[in-house]
């Protein structure tokens, strides 16, 4: 019998100074939902709630030895993986988890909210040949979801289709999240061989969005890595994020980061700060 799950989710990101997004994002929101995150950084990027000005790319030797050392030694129930920046980094993490075998929650960040590329068009075909095939759950937006497809996704109809096409190229399921299409309501769509479910709600009018997309993959990896079932991770993770949009403490001049702590101030409701 294997032993059960410990909640323990290695996070392979970028770094994002601003605490918004990337890597801290990630960190905050397995913690505070009860998981252990360790990390393999891959980039740091400099970087606030008004944009990044500057990137330092890790070697992915340096990205990989920090893998191992976590997965020799403390282990982890899931691998999340988030900016990858270029292909042969994309590579070396897709010979990780082919090595490994552990459940990967594969967010395919392609561009920061402020428009900045975060990883190289050379990498896309190497996301869909490599690392695609090893999601156990695969979450892009959507422009993310067009890149990867070629569709075109600007509703949640073609969210479904494209989602369809991605189970086609091989991800074990896919979360197509909804924050880019158009609508007073907000859908994301969880896609698996099985079936579909959405989750709905309507769209937090708010500049303070910074990260969404890592924490709700974040949140979905400590879920897993806590022995829940995909639909009962995602649905928590949306929650969460919801809450957490809710309750940003309003903090910068640009896209805000939300509040990840939320959960460990259950009484307060709303803002935080103006
Ligand atoms: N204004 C909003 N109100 C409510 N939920 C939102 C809002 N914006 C995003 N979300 C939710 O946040 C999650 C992330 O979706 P989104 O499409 O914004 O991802 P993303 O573009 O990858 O984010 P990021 O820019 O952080 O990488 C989804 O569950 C989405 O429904
Ligand atoms: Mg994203």
């Known amino acids: 019998m294997s032993a059960p799950p410990r909640g323990r989710v290695l996070v392979i990101a970028g770094s994002d100074s601003g605490g918004g997004a990337g890597l801290q994002a990630d960190i905050k929101a397995i913690t505070v939902l009860g998981g252990f995150a360790a990390t393999a950084v891959t980039a740091i990027t400099v970087q606030n709630t008004l944009g990044v000005s500057g990137v330092l790319a890790l070697s992915p030797d340096l990205i990989e030895a920090q893998a191992r050392a976590v997965l020799d030694d403390i282990g982890a129930d899931v691998i999340k993986t ?12 897709a010979d990780l988890l082919d090595a490994w075998r552990i459940p990967a ?3 395919p960040v392609m561009v920061a909210k402020g428009g900045q590329a975060l990883l190289a068009d050379t990498a896309v075909e190497t996301l869909i040949t490599r690392l695609l095939p090893r999601a156990t759950l695969l979450t892009p937006n959507a422009p993310e979801a067009a890149a990867l497809t070629g ?9 479904r289709r494209a989602g369809h096409a991605l189970l086609e190229l091989g991800a074990g399921a896919v979360l197509m999240k909804g924050g880019h299409i158009a609508g007073d309501r907000l859908v994301d769509l969880l896609i698996t061989p099985q079936g579909e479910t959405a989750f709905e709600g309507p769209r937090i009018e708010t500049r303070h969005t910074h990260g969404t997309g890592c924490t709700l993959a974040s949140a979905v990896a400590a879920g897993l ?19 957490a949009i809710r309750r940003a403490p309003g903090l910068g001049a640009g896209h805000g980061p939300l509040d990840h702590g939320w959960p460990l101030r259950p009484g307060l409701d709303g803002p935080r700060l103006k």
């Open 225 to 243: 890595a806590l022995g829940r079932p995909l639909g009962t991770a995602v649905a928590d993770a949306h929650a969460y994020v919801a809450q």
């Open 82 to 93: 988030g900016m990858l920046g270029d292909a042969a980094t994309v590579a070396r993490v």
């Open 151 to 159: 569709l075109s996704v600007e509703t949640t109809d073609d969210l």
């Open 105 to 107: 929650v594969i967010d």
